[in-house]
């Protein structure tokens, strides 16, 4: 570790440079929401305006763009969720082969472009004339997105003491029982962390989406051909709304982690503060009794 | 399979086993297969389909390698598909070179160098443009790089030419670099962050150099992390739709766009999924070279 000080200043100046080449564009993107110019630009600036939002609010297509990419989202945290989980615990029971054939079924298509999912989901349900629409997409985002939740399984999964299990069939417990009271409880952090991927992971996406959605709009694909064809700063107020929201969310998050970290700190404090007490008071009954 | 029974009874493991072979069934293994079913028959009207003349063919495969147009490369004139889909392999490593060379240093920093308790902030501030959508992220740079748009004045500040930068793949590897370096950064950063700084000391004490270190510690040490950000980078970046569509100059193409025209303007499914084979094939023999030159399984580089 290169702990000279010149090598460090070199290390924060390239940090800083990343952070700016990661947030200047959003803050551009933002800032031309406000910007009176036709086109979305934060330069020449024309002046102050909020026509953009207004746009937005008015835009029913948008809207109800909106309304299917979070009836998608729910479809496929529906589905991804269980099967996800079904799969980590199926493949935590494998080893050997079986295990790493399996493995690479299952994480295949995180590793496939979105275009190739959608095509081929489109093709398959074609077969049994099942028409493009909403639920294609949903199950084409299911193909990939059931894999982020599995590997979340799969690693909570390693901590998981399979003896309480054991103990638990031995003392007479159900399967169901098992299940209820043993394994969820543990697996919960993950189910949630991946009940929110899956919604974020449906939400962003396009690829799936483009190829599978027939006649119906969602959030992400109405924005792309508004973005390719008719270009207007009601997008850039859209963005606007979606940074401030994200960075609202992550200001809280970074409090709350503050002060949870703070508390830590007193209790490790406090912690040290009545070992040492108690240590003195040994130290004097000691000396009396000595 | 028989310790799942075991463990949680019949019922609910062919519960397990049911949703696991509906999801690798049909939404995996039949989907795949009927993209290389499709794309090798006939394109035909539906009152043609199962006839006489629905037979496998390699003919939409020739469709690629035998177009009309042709574009000279490298002394060659090639097929006008093959050279877009050589531009793009050629294209999405070349941003999977520089993702891992702007990553990789700021990895080594958060993980070895960086002050724990500024870490998480940091991350923090790294993770807003992945909440914020791909397609968004894109369109910032269609903004600032636009030729009347801030960069341009930026420079005009001080007094220099403006520049017209949508040409040529420009546009593009810059927005696909800003979209998806955090899939490279962060599968580095989890590898590095596993390594004992102990050994780094060592090697310090021992007089490495910090080249040697790098070299032969942290690197072979976060071989898992590379591989996995490249298999990332390189397949988002070649099945990219949105970056090359709107950061495109009239002398880039990318072939998901050729895809696209195949499946929405032709509406010609067979030589769509042929095109859409070919992508998944690429991707798929990147993902193997990467596993036989860093020598990691499958399950480091998917984690």
Redesign the interface.
């Known amino acids: ?2 702990k000279t000080p010149p ?2 200043i070199l ?1 924060n100046i ?2 800083a440079i ?2 700016a ?3 200047i ?2 803050a ?2 933002g800032g ?1 929401a406000l910007n009176a110019s036709r ?6 600036w024309k002046g102050f305006t909020d026509q953009w939002f207004i746009d937005l609010w008015n835009d029913d297509r948008m809207l109800n763009a909106a309304k299917n990419t979070v009836l998608v989202a729910l479809g496929v945290v529906c589905m991804a969720v ?2 996800g989980t ?2 980590g ?2 493949i935590n ?2 080893r050997g082969r079986s295990r ?1 054939f ?16 959608g ?6 349900w074609n ?1 049994f004339d099942v028409p493009a629409g909403l639920h294609l997409s949903a ?2 985002q ?2 990939y997105i ?2 982020y939740v599995m ?1 979340l399984v799969l690693a909570r999964l390693q901590s998981f003491d ?1 003896g309480l ?1 054991e103990a638990a ?1 031995d003392l007479g417990a ?3 029982q ?2 209820r009271r043993i394994l969820a409880p543990h697996l919960y952090p993950a189910i949630g962390a991946g009940a929110l991927i899956a919604f ?1 992971q449906s ?2 996406n ?2 799936v989406t ?2 599978t959605k027939g006649t119906y709009d969602t959030l ?1 694909v109405y ?2 051909s508004k ?2 064809t008719g270009i207007t700063p009601t ?1 850039n107020a ?2 606007l709304i ?2 401030t929201i ?2 609202i ?2 200001a809280a ?2 409090v709350l ?1 503050r002060r949870e970290e703070s508390r830590q700190e007193k209790l490790r404090e406090l912690a040290r503060e009545a070992e040492v007490a108690t240590e003195a008071a040994l130290l004097t009954g000691a000396t009396e009794t000595a | ?1 028989r ?2 029974v075991r ?3 019949l ?2 493991a062919a ?6 072979a ?3 069934l ?7 297969f ?2 290389a079913e ?1 794309s090798f028959r006939h394109y035909l009207p539906v009152d043609q389909l199962g006839g006489p003349n629905d037979t496998f063919t390699l003919s939409n495969y020739l469709t690629f390698v035998s177009s009309s147009s042709t574009t000279p490369f490298l002394f060659l004139n090639v097929p006008i598909h093959v050279y877009i889909f050589i531009e793009t392999v050629l294209f999405s490593s070349v941003v999977t070179i520089i993702t891992f060379s ?1 990553a990789y ?2 990895a080594y ?1 958060l993980a ?3 002050n724990v308790k500024t870490v ?3 991350f ?6 992945l ?7 894109s ?6 790089l ?1 030729y ?3 960069l341009n ?1 930026l420079l005009g500040v001080f007094g220099l030419h403006q520049v017209r930068w949508l040409t040529a793949y420009n546009g593009v590897i810059v927005g696909l670099v ?1 979209t998806y ?1 955090l899939f490279m950064l962060f599968p580095i950063y989890n590898a590095i962050s596993t390594l004992d ?1 102990n050994q ?2 060592a090697a ?1 004490d021992m007089g490495a150099r ?1 080249w040697q270190i790098h070299r032969r510690i942290i690197l072979p040490h976060s071989k898992p992390g590379v591989a996995s950000g490249c ?2 980078v390189f ?2 970046s ?5 970056v090359p ?2 950061l495109a100059s009239p002398s880039s193409r990318w072939f ?1 766009e050729v ?2 025209q195949w ?1 929405f303007e032709s509406q010609d ?1 067979n030589t ?2 042929a095109y ?2 070919l ?2 094939l690429i ?2 023999i990147f ?1 193997s070279v990467m596993m036989r030159l860093f020598k990691v ?3 480091d ?3």
Not at chain 2, 15 to 20: D, E, H, M, P, S
């Open positions: 570790m290169n090598s460090r290390f390239y940090v990343f952070l080449f990661m947030l564009p959003l551009i993107m031309a086109f979305p630009s934060v330069y020449p269980p099967i079904a799969g615990i199926l029971s494998l790493s399996l493995y690479g079924l299952m994480v295949a298509p995180i590793l496939t472009p979105g275009a190739v999912i095509i081929s989901t489109l093709l398959f077969k199950f084409g299911v193909s059931a894999a590997l399979k299990e069939l159900s399967h169901a098992v299940i974020f939400v962003e396009f690829n483009l190829f992400t924005v792309g973005v390719r997008i859209l963005a979606l940074i994200t960075i969310g992550a998050y970074e982690r | 399979m310790e799942l463990r949680y009874g019922t609910l519960v397990f086993a049911g949703l696991t509906f999801w690798l049909a939404l995996v293994v039949f989907p795949y009927f993209l499709t702007l240093p700021l920093f070895k160098v960086a998480p902030t940091l923090l501030l790294l993770l807003i443009p909440w914020v959508s791909e397609i968004l992220r369109f910032a740079w269609y903004i600032i636009s009347q748009g801030p004045a800003y370096v700084t780094i000391e310090q910090w298999v990332m397949m988002l070649a099945g990219s739709i949105i569509s709107l998901t895809i696209q499946m499914w769509g999924s859409a084979f992508l998944l991707c798929t993902v399984r499958l399950a580089i998917a984690q």
